[in-house]
């Protein structure tokens, strides 16, 4: 008696089914929301078969991010509005498979800023690039079903009659004069090549001109202003483009344009710039020097009035950039602090990046405390003479 081979498992009965590729994890065009595993609209549980995770992940990590600039709300959306899902294939934007790869991409970078904006503090969420990506895939999308309802039909070939339709005995008849049958003009094809995005260079580049003109002129113009002009005269080609076609390049534009405001945004809210304080009494002596973005340069030796500083407190606090200060003998000194990545140089140790660090200033001499925090750069402290 034959045996049967065993039947091999199906993706849905194997326990131990492949894992996906990097190939297949690249692929945003395969993104399908989930019909079986849902909560609210699928959106979790697609992700966590196109990743082959637990959906619990994704979710969580969704809801976590609503609290960091709201980017787990717009990602959410996004995937509601353009992925389709997985039986009917058909999404509440119907977008071809390229432009939703490429709306997702923006998306997530629209994510990713919220997210650092809200984590690092200095610019809230780009909520008008938001705006100007819904407009577009609105258009988009509309743009899309009405190509489909006017699209000219397809003619095809006749079909041929079934042996039952055709009569038993069907009478000789001469054969008929052949007739030529209307062939329907193809239509034109649509015209190739990014012509809106040289119009779109050409406006930006004349629109900054006439902005630095107006800058120039002595008017309040934000540095911010220029990348934001870019990028709204990109949203508007677009919108443009969308209809008439012959966009190509502008979502690149757009992207870099994005990015430029956003930097721009951030370096307009932290103090950037070079401190050189050189006091000459105690009393000139600052509390606190603090700076987003440079560099802080502190040179105490030319205080005369030393004792004046005995039980003092200075601190020198700087994001990015170098921390140099300079104190004279005869002063006690303690150093205190450090930096996240760098490199840290007080009174010659040159080992760690924190720490706390003395030099003795001889009997009877001021005591003087320095506080330093500085996130990424160089902290070189020295004392007069000893170099």
Not at 144 to 160: L, M, V, Y
Request: glycine share 12%; proline share 7%.
């Amino acid at each position: 008696m034959s045996t049967s081979p065993p039947e091999a498992p199906t993706p849905e009965t194997s326990s131990n089914g492949p894992r996906v590729g990097r190939d297949e994890l690249r692929d945003l065009g395969r993104l399908r929301r989930s019909r079986q595993d849902r909560k609210i609209a699928g959106v979790a549980g697609g992700l966590a078969r196109h990743f082959d995770i637990d959906p619990i992940i994704p979710r969580v990590t969704l809801v976590v991010l609503v609290f960091f600039g709201g980017a787990g709300l717009l990602l959410y959306a996004a995937c509601w509005l353009i992925v389709p899902t997985d039986d009917t294939q058909e999404a509440t934007v119907r977008l071809d498979e390229r432009s939703r790869t490429i709306a997702l991409v923006i998306v997530g970078i629209l994510a990713g800023l919220a997210l650092l904006g809200d984590s690092l503090g200095g610019w809230g969420f780009p909520w008008p690039l938001a705006i100007i990506g819904a407009i577009v895939l609105a258009v988009t999308a509309f743009r899309h079903r009405n190509d489909e309802r006017w699209a000219t039909p397809q003619f095809g070939e006749p079909s041929a009659a079934s042996p039952a339709e055709l009569p038993a005995e069907a009478p000789a008849a001469p054969p008929a004069a052949p007739m030529s049958t209307p062939v329907p003009t193809p239509a034109a094809p649509r015209r190739g090549g990014p012509v809106l995005f040289w119009y779109a260079l050409l406006l930006i580049a004349v629109g900054l001109g006439v902005l630095g003109m107006v800058d120039l002129a002595g008017a309040d113009v934000a540095d911010g202003a220029y990348p934001a002009l870019a990028l709204g005269i990109s949203g508007a080609m677009l919108l443009l483009g969308s209809f008439w076609g012959r966009a190509g390049g502008i979502i690149a534009l757009g992207l870099v344009s994005a990015i430029a405001t956003a930097g721009a945004t951030v370096l307009h809210d932290v103090e950037t710039g070079h401190i050189d304080a050189q006091p000459r009494t105690a009393s000139a002596v600052e509390d606190e020097y603090e700076l987003g973005l440079g560099e802080i340069e502190l040179d105490l030796t030319r205080v005369a009035d030393l004792q004046n500083l005995d039980g003092r407190t200075i601190t020198v606090d700087l994001g990015v950039g170098r921390i140099a200060v300079l104190v004279p003998q005869g002063l006690d000194v303690r150093v205190e602090g450090g930096l996240e990545l760098g490199h840290r140089d007080v009174f010659g140790d040159d080992q760690g990046r924190e720490g706390t660090n003395t030099v003795d200033g001889g009997p009877q001499a001021p005591v003087l405390e320095i506080e330093v925090d500085l996130g990424v750069g160089e902290i070189q402290i020295d004392r007069e003479g000893d170099n």
